[in-house]
């Protein structure tokens, strides 16, 4: 396999690209059959774009997110080496629906793009995006555990307010919490409160309390999974919440839609259409992170 898949400063580029991870095809994990196909990167990106952003999306936002997808897909190469693949098709990593998936539009987002990723300390990041930030993106070592995450600033974005998902509610009725504790291994919970936020606003802790006096404190963002996997992605839909309390229930009110980190979807489509470029986009939500170009 070729060493040389190099970034524009050399000494970066070692850092980024081990020989053994040159840049040629990508090895995806379809994970209804088990097969294991190779696909060109740039052909990737054009079919992963219609799953992740929509395939008619206004162009700086399908370049943008045309960026971000190929940094994602080469930052987590090594995921499914298990499996003798790169990715697999999922969610898990980026959703692959074959080839036919792309549109005009992506293949002309990814042409555009071609080789461009987004680099910080010397290393392409796993660069993430979401659907709606609700009016601040999150730094991603809130929103997950891994060693891995990009060192991303929080932005205010205004550009997502008329989207859906950018303000929600969702009522936990009382006698169902016990239900959602039990997800997070504290089933004799009968009271919940917030109990932490990060700096950008965002829940980091919550609290469940039993009459007994015991209490359980979790992350907001097993809260969120744990809430999602129940009662389904649009339940609670963000971990930027307020909780008001009643007799009959717990009901969270928020903003955003997603983890928050990184790009919001909905906030690189409308500042497209407001004649933003790629750049300007991505200069904004991957504040810290570079874009640079790899080149053979
Ligand atoms: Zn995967
Ligand atoms: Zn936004």
């Known amino acids: 396999m ?28 379809r994970t ?8 060109p990167l740039e052909e990737y990106v054009a ?24 940094s994602y897909a080469l930052a987590r190469r090594a995921r499914h080496a298990d499996e003798g693949a790169d990715l697999c098709d ?4 980026q959703v692959y629906r074959g080839l036919s998936a792309a549109t005009e539009e992506t ?15 010397g290393r392409i990041i796993a660069a993430p ?50 239900h959602l504790a039990a ?8 009271f919940l409160e917030i109990y932490g936020r990060d700096d950008t606003g965002r829940v980091s802790m919550l609290r469940f309390a039993a009459p007994g006096g015991a209490s359980r404190v979790v992350r907001g963002f097993e809260f969120r999974k744990a809430a999602s996997e129940i009662w389904g992605w649009a339940s609670v839909r963000s971990t930027a919440f307020e909780i008001a309390e009643s007799r009959p229930e717990y009901l969270l009110t928020g903003h955003g839609t997603g983890h928050g980190a990184g790009m919001c979807q909905a906030g690189a489509i409308a500042r497209a259409r407001r004649g933003e470029s790629r750049d300007e986009i991505l200069g904004l939500y991957y504040k810290g992170a570079q874009v640079e170009r790899l080149r053979p």
């Open 183 to 190: 997800a997070l291994g504290f089933p004799v919970a009968r």
């Open 2 to 29: 070729s060493a040389a898949f190099l970034v524009s400063r050399p000494s970066v580029a070692r850092a980024i690209l081990a020989p053994s991870q040159g840049p040629g095809p990508l090895r995806v994990l």
């Open 90 to 93: 999922a969610v898990h990593c």
């Open 129 to 178: 995006f979401h659907a709606v930030c609700g009016g601040k993106t999150a730094r991603p070592r809130d929103v997950w555990d891994d060693e891995e995450n990009p060192d991303l600033m929080p932005v205010e974005d205004d550009a997502c307010r008329d989207a859906s998902g950018f303000s929600w509610s969702f009522s936990i009725p009382r006698r169902e919490l016990p």
């Open 107 to 121: 293949r002309a987002a990814s042409a555009a793009t071609e080789g461009l990723v987004l680099v910080q300390n």
């Open 47 to 70: 079919a992963v774009l219609p799953g992740e952003i929509g395939g008619h999306a206004p162009a700086a936002a399908l370049e943008a997110q045309a960026v971000a997808a190929r």
């Open 32 to 39: 209804a059959t088990g097969r294991v196909e190779e696909i």
